[in-house]
């Protein structure tokens, strides 16, 4: 399995930005897939899920921000992320799984996204 995290980067708070999640090595449209993030220092906090029929699932502190969307033809899940804030700072990687993970060894490289002015 290999998932190629994408579209990170510097931004103020209240911008957007949109991640991009492509996988391989699995049957993608017969999983659920989601994004998890972390600051180095603390541990992985799972963000929002999606799953096989597009019901989605988002962490408290995102619901309203972020939404969550696949595109089962290319194999890609998607983070849009809007009125971001200086918490939202951390490395984002996606991974198959719906309120968490499925697997503990199916992770991407990540994308760092940072929020700042």
């Known amino acids: 399995v290999q998932l190629v995290e994408s579209g990170g980067g510097l931004v103020q708070p209240g911008g957007s930005l949109r991640l991009s999640c492509a996988a391989s090595?699995?049957?993608?449209?017969?999983?659920?897939m989601g994004w998890a993030r972390q600051v180095p220092g603390k541990g992985l906090e799972w963000v929002s899920g999606?799953?096989?029929?597009?019901?989605?699932y988002y962490t408290d502190s995102v619901k309203g921000r972020f939404t969550i969307s696949r595109d089962n033809a290319k194999n890609t899940v998607y983070l849009q992320m809007n009125s971001l804030k200086p918490e939202d700072t951390a490395e984002y990687y996606c991974?198959?799984?719906?309120?968490?993970?499925?697997?503990?060894?199916?992770w991407g490289q990540g994308t760092q996204v940072t929020v700042s002015s």
């Open positions: 999606i799953n096989i029929v597009g019901r989605t």
């Open positions: 090595g699995l049957t993608f449209s017969s999983y659920s």
């Open positions: 991974a198959p799984g719906f309120t968490g993970p499925l697997f503990d060894r199916f």
